[in-house]
């Protein structure tokens, strides 16, 4: 590493997000780690734009982690029903237990013993520690190895581990030589800044770098070339067929029949309207039952490496055989929001959605 990119970016990094960098999100300005970590595990693969609307429910229901602790799992997959990834929500749930159970209700002070709690990766303890206690330690999300990539125009795949460990020791190294709190904080919010807003991954906006005079990719007219990435996920194309079996419960109430998803796999632990790999083997069952069929379009759903085309068929019931339908249990529309719910599920049983036929 050239002294020249060791001596600027630190200094330059911590004036530029000062100036420049993003300073009203509601999970700034604090030391506060409950805070701090949630907001973290909310952004992983997740849009800041989202984040926003789901950042303040969350707190207004869970405001400290002896609160979050308490809770139930089903209220908390319900909070964050529609944000994905929900293994994020489970270990979530399980490391705000352990820090009450194991560690008195105090989240660890360094990134060291942070890494040790469920869900807390290397990155996110060090921006945990980073933010709330000033450690020197550097964070290393996938934006931040976009940044030093094309910084240093480091051609190593990160795919390999060799290499991802590699990257931690040139992060390290361009970390503020300033013991101060406050720059700590800034430098960590400008790695996320200059990664998020400025070094993006199609076209990065160099004019506007602090970097850009000591950039090594910019330099060379070699910004797209970094970073290296080799090892692809391919994408898989699946359908499935959603049974959407209603009644009206003897109260009167509109009710549909979910089960629980199984604990590994694609909305692992959610409710979910019955699930078939074809429509042949959801009208094996659903024929069993009295009621019309009625065929939904289609909804594409995007996950990372896989893309859904979920197809619903939707069936009232005017009587019925629970021993016929899949494990699961009738739940009334009204009480929909206590549960965890795939987003495109919740948005077709939403209380607007159409009600029984002829009604």
């Not at 409950?34 to 303040?56: A, F, G, H, N």
Request: with cysteine.
């Amino acid at each position: 590493m050239k002294a020249e990119i060791r001596r600027h970016f630190a200094p330059a990094l911590i004036a530029w997000q000062r100036q420049h960098g993003r300073h009203g999100l509601p999970w700034q300005g604090t030391r506060d780690p409950y805070r701090v970590w949630l907001s973290e595990i909310m952004l992983q693969q997740t849009q800041v734009s989202t984040v926003l609307d789901y950042y303040p429910r969350f707190l207004a229901r869970f405001p400290d982690v002896q609160t979050l602790a308490a809770a139930q799992p089903d209220e908390v997959m319900a909070l964050w029903s529609g944000l994905g990834y929900y293994s994020r929500a489970r270990n979530l749930h399980r490391c705000a237990q352990q820090v009450v159970a194991v560690h008195g209700g105090e989240f660890p002070r360094d990134a060291q013993t942070l890494e040790t709690l469920p869900g807390i990766g290397a990155s996110t303890a060090a921006a945990i520690a980073a933010f709330c206690h000033g450690e020197r330690v550097s964070i290393l999300d996938g934006n931040v190895r976009r940044v030093l990539a094309r910084l240093l125009a480091f051609g190593g795949d990160q795919a390999l581990p060799k290499v991802h460990r590699e990257m931690w020791d040139m992060a390290q190294a361009l970390l503020p030589e300033s013991p101060a709190h406050e720059d700590m904080a800034a430098y960590t919010q400008g790695l996320m800044d200059l990664g998020a807003t400025v070094c993006v991954r199609g076209q990065p906006r160099c004019v506007a770098c602090p970097m850009q005079s000591v950039c090594e990719a910019h330099c060379t007219g070699r910004t797209t070339d970094f970073p290296v990435k080799t090892k692809r996920v391919a994408r898989r194309f699946e359908r499935w067929w959603l049974w959407w079996a209603e009644r009206e419960s003897p109260r009167g109430e509109r009710e549909v029949w979910l089960v629980r998803r199984p604990e590994r796999g694609i909305w692992a632990g959610l409710y979910c309207l019955p699930v078939f790999d074809s429509e042949e083997a959801l009208l094996a069952t659903a024929n069993t039952e009295p009621g019309t069929l009625e065929f939904f379009p289609a909804m594409p759903h995007a996950l990372t490496h896989r893309e859904l085309l979920l197809h619903a068929v939707r069936q009232v019931l005017p009587a019925w055989d629970e021993a016929a339908l899949p494990a699961g249990q009738w739940v009334a529309i009204s009480a929909m929001g206590g549960l965890g719910l795939p987003a495109p599920v919740r948005q077709l049983l939403q209380p607007q959605a159409p009600l029984f036929a002829g009604q």
